[in-house]
């Protein structure tokens, strides 16, 4: 199904025109479909509704509350990485033991507050964190729950800046050392071992590096089993993708068929934690033509969204679909779609056939996940406005930024 479609030559969010949006909020403005959104996780919920499981959404995809509210009230559970990720979850009422707290670098004050509001588990990235966190539990007189995060050493050919399931990677430990260190962290008193965890990279489109994942892991669960350490999940991560251009996407069925073959007659309890699944193809980015001009016979249309906004573009190549918001006569050309940043790399499309003109407005497709939480004030621009659709209703769940917000935190150098 489509959310984000046309009628009568207009695009529209649900039961809402997209122009309608921009004269109420101004524009650049994220939209959010509250049924793609919930479409996305029921699909994902219901490919493994014949085996224990939980999806601990990956809040660092887009960690407004408005998305986070809506997903605690779907059931999910959430994979946070930092103390204000954690603040978050907490704000919208998600319950605490559905957390997930994973990350390579994670802070005393962050460990502390996260057993405090008695989350579900720590996936631990070395062993350094381990003695860390076991100090932590031990000082508050209480135990942590924890889960290692294995390095399955597999190849997920995704972008290699989202690839992270390689040896030479930065994350996790390897499957030696993670057996190591499950027999110390069982000799430890304010340590509860209850999961194995593994994360190979994001934007993979294909299901063989998850199954061959998989396959590692519970070769370790085996393994531990046999010396009397029994697990009660194994959580796999996220890193389905979805469709930008031309990929075919993972069918979830599939991928839930494959994953829970080579699980086999084993009963720990599955957890993941999608991000893009979730919620890419759930916003997009609407902003306004305020320029068009030709140099050297290339087009240019100057927006009013840039690279602070999405950076995707610049940072990762990345291919976002582009549409006319209202379509119109004027004469189809292939434009460079650019933003007001002085920087070449400030493009957010090229090379795309467009009837456009000064002031039209254009929507930017699949930028629901690491859309708005990438975005910065460089520039000194004001970030964008956020607004959730509901079939005809259209919520602000994020101011646009002023330029007093960004200047709140600042003061001139006493001299
Ligand atoms: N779990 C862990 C431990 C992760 O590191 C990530 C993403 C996820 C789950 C969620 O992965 P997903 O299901 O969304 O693929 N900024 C990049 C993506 C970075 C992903 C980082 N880790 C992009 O815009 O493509």
Redesign the pocket.
């Known amino acids: 199904m489509d959310y984000f479609a046309y009628q009568n030559g207009e695009l529209w969010a649900e039961q809402v025109p997209l122009s309608q949006i921009v004269s109420d909020y101004g524009s650049p403005t994220f939209v959010y479909s509250r049924a793609a959104i919930e479409d996305a996780y029921q699909r994902f919920d219901n490919a493994f509704s014949h085996h224990d499981h939980r999806i601990c959404y990956?809040v660092?995809?887009n960690s407004n509350l408005g998305v986070l509210s809506l997903l605690t009230s779907l059931g999910a559970g959430f994979?946070i990485?930092s103390g204000g990720e954690l603040e978050r979850v907490l704000k919208v009422g998600a319950p605490t033991d559905k957390i997930v707290f994973?990350?390579v670098g994670k802070q005393a004050w962050e460990i502390e507050k996260a057993i405090l509001a008695g989350i579900g588990c720590f996936?631990i990235e070395s062993e350094q964190e381990l003695d860390l966190i076991s100090n932590i539990a031990t000082k508050l007189d209480t135990s942590a729950p924890i889960s290692i995060r294995v390095n399955p050493d597999v190849n997920a050919r995704t972008?290699p800046?989202?690839s992270?399931g390689l040896r030479e990677n930065k994350?996790g430990v390897s499957s030696l050392i993670a057996r190591e260190m499950y027999e110390q962290a069982s000799e430890l008193t304010h340590i509860e071992i209850v999961g194995i965890d593994c994360?190979i990279?994001?934007?993979?489109t294909d299901i063989a590096p998850f199954t061959e994942a998989m396959q590692r892991v519970v070769e370790i669960v085996d393994d531990l089993e046999a010396i009397g350490i029994t697990l009660k999940h194994i959580d796999l991560?996220?890193?389905?993708?979805v469709q930008y251009q031309d990929e075919t996407p993972i069918d979830i069925e599939e991928y839930a068929a494959a994953i829970l073959q080579t699980l086999g007659h084993r009963q720990q309890s599955l957890w993941f934690?999608?991000?893009?699944?979730i919620v890419a193809n759930a916003g997009i980015l609407l902003s306004r033509v305020l320029t068009l001009k030709e140099n050297e016979g290339k087009h240019f249309a100057v927006i009013d969204a840039a690279m602070n906004d999405l950076i995707?573009p610049a940072?990762?190549q990345?291919w976002q679909k582009v549409s006319e918001v209202r379509l119109s006569d004027s004469e189809p050309r292939f434009y460079e779609l650019v933003g007001p940043v002085c920087e070449t790399g400030d493009f957010l499309a090229r090379d795309r056939h467009l009837a456009i003109e000064v002031n039209a407005l254009v929507a930017i497709h699949s930028v629901g996940?690491?859309g708005f939480v990438?975005s910065s004030n460089y520039n000194s621009r004001s970030r964008a406005a956020e607004i959730i659709v509901s079939g005809s209703d259209a919520q602000c769940v994020r101011k646009r930024e002023s330029v007093e917000d960004q200047l709140r935190l600042e003061s001139v150098f006493r001299l």
């Open positions: 990956a660092k995809a994979d990485v994973s990350g996936n972008h800046y989202i992270t994350f994360h990279g994001s934007q993979i991560g996220g890193g389905i993708g934690e999608p991000g893009r699944y995707r940072l990762y990345s996940a690491y990438m």
